[in-house]
């Protein structure tokens, strides 16, 4: 079953407004990658957060690695149409013998 | 090759069929993996390879799904029996080594399987 958690499933914004997708898990996690899927598209690597408490910014994009590395967060300052996609998180369990597992995306939608 | 190449790209296919899905993962990545997304929904994991051993079958839905991989290269997904609910895109992705932090998850196009 799923060991990564990610909310919202959906988030519909207006441009400009900000946007956050939440990633979850109940173990602790080695490391948590983020990546987004454009429609249409497929997924594609964007950041990778490994220490604890971590924060990476790209932009107007911001991450944040929890203090128990059991959680993450993307952030996105002032929505552009461009952002549209699903953002998926994808976490390396230190538990779970299958490698990387991804949470069930996000998908935003972003009206002009 | 310089990505993760599928094939077919899109496959329509009558109910009770088989199919069968390629990838060829970028050279030299031991780890492949093999995800299903749905219309707009997330990826489900269905099996991973490291070299050519899959030591997680888990995901498979049924078994009429099955993989192999040969040569620590090309993998095959193969579905027996084809059912409408197994309309979706598969994906394959691969990357350079298998539980090791940092490891970037390269995703090929998809094969978008479509059946009637």
């Known amino acids: 079953g799923q060991q990564v958690m990610q909310i919202p499933q959906y988030q519909h914004v207006q441009e400009g407004e900000d946007f956050t997708t939440y990633c979850n898990s109940s173990?602790?996690?080695?490391?948590i990658q983020w990546y987004k899927q454009r429609p249409g598209g497929h997924p594609v690597f964007l950041i990778q957060?490994?220490?604890?408490?971590e924060v990476k910014k790209q932009k107007r994009l911001t991450f944040q690695f929890g203090e128990a590395k059991k959680n993450s967060s993307l952030h996105i300052t002032a929505t552009q149409t461009t952002d549209v996609g699903t953002y998926f998180c994808a976490g390396l369990t230190t538990v779970t013998n299958n490698d990387m597992r991804f949470g069930a995306g996000t998908r935003l939608t972003v009206k002009p | 090759g310089a990505g993760v190449s599928q094939s077919p790209s899109n496959k329509v296919t009558e109910k009770g069929k088989d199919v069968e899905l390629r990838c060829d993962p970028i050279s030299g990545h031991t780890a492949l993996y093999w995800y299903r997304q749905s219309l707009g929904q997330g990826l489900e994991f269905l099996i991973y390879f490291q070299g050519n051993s899959a030591p997680d079958k888990s995901g498979l839905p049924s078994d009429r799904f099955s993989a192999e991989r040969t040569g620590g290269s090309v993998s095959t997904l193969t579905i027996q029996r084809t059912q409408q609910e197994d309309s979706a895109v598969y994906l394959c992705?691969?990357?350079?080594?298998?539980?090791?932090?940092?490891?970037?998850?390269?995703f090929g196009e998809g094969s978008w399987l479509t059946v009637v």
């Open positions: 173990t602790t996690l080695s490391n």
């Open positions: 957060l490994v220490k604890s408490g």
């Open positions: 992705a691969s990357s350079e080594r298998w539980r090791v932090p940092g490891n970037t998850i390269y």
